[in-house]
T-cell receptor, first 115, second 111 residues
Framework: DTEVTQTPKHLVMGMTNKKSLKCEQH?????MYWYKQKAKKPPELMFV???????INESVPSRFSPECPNSSLLNLHLHALQPEDSALYLC??????????????FGPGTRLTVT | GQNIDQPTEMTATEGAIVQINCTYQ??????LFWYQQHAGEAPTFLSY????GLEEKGRFSSFLSRSKGYSYLLLKELQMKDSASYLC????????????FGTGTQLKVEL
């Protein structure tokens, strides 16, 4: 099983709403990632979790709050977002986080629209 | 920091061969990845190079020259389904071994 799943596929939320994105993998990977991707742009790293601990926060605004409840799950809590936060949010996982060339497996993404 | 350059768009004919180039400048180097991304879908892993030379995987091959900061992805026997964006991504040694993506090359395969 080389699958990363994400829910929901699509999400429309107002600027005062609170919502969460969910990501799950059952490959035994110990590193998980959140990326943001705008149309016709490459994915931009937001957060990295390694062994359930936050390793990297790419200076992401606090209205995005990641959470890693266990080694298979990764959440992204959203609150008071802005219209410019509308994008495709991709979750990825890899065997480990470090110098070696562990490829990242991406989920299908959540298409977020902030109104 | 990292600077990664790829052509924005390329067009090729079904059955032909196409080479997508990627040049990079990084503060450290721990490997180069190629990903394929169809519109509206997630990137999928194609290849990984960390040593100089050519890696072949079926219709896809990837080449790396670390001294020149250069890689290419070679696609043979092009099929219509190969129309997609191809992302070059470099893993650096600084900043926690992050993967930094190039802007991607949109490949269009025509009949």
């Amino acid at each position: 099983d080389t699958e990363v799943t994400q829910t929901p596929k699509h999400l429309v939320m107002g600027m005062t709403n609170k919502k969460s994105l969910k990501c799950e993998q059952h490959m035994g990977h110990r590193a998980m990632y959140w990326y943001k991707q705008k149309a016709k742009k490459p994915p931009e790293l937001m957060f990295v979790y390694s062994y359930e601990k936050l390793s990297i926060n790419e200076s992401v605004p606090s209205r995005f709050s990641p959470e890693c409840p266990n080694s298979s799950l990764l959440n992204l809590h959203l609150h008071a977002l802005q219209p410019e936060d509308s994008a495709l949010y991709l979750c990825a996982s890899s065997q480990d986080w470090g110098a070696a060339g562990y490829e990242q497996y991406f989920g299908p993404g959540t298409r977020l629209t902030v109104t | 920091g990292q600077n990664i350059d790829q052509p924005t768009e390329m067009t090729a004919t079904e059955g032909a061969i196409v080479q997508i180039n990627c040049t990079y400048q990084t503060s450290g180097f721990n490997g180069l990845f190629w990903y394929q991304q169809h519109a509206g879908e997630a990137p999928t892993f194609l290849s990984y190079n960390v040593l100089d030379g050519l890696e072949e995987k079926g219709r896809f091959s990837s080449f790396l020259s670390r001294s020149k900061g250069y890689s290419y992805l070679l696609l043979k026997e092009l099929q219509m389904k190969d129309s997609a964006s191809y992302l070059c991504a470099v893993k650096g040694t600084g900043g926690g071994n992050k993967l930094t993506f190039g802007t991607g090359t949109q490949l269009k395969v025509e009949l």
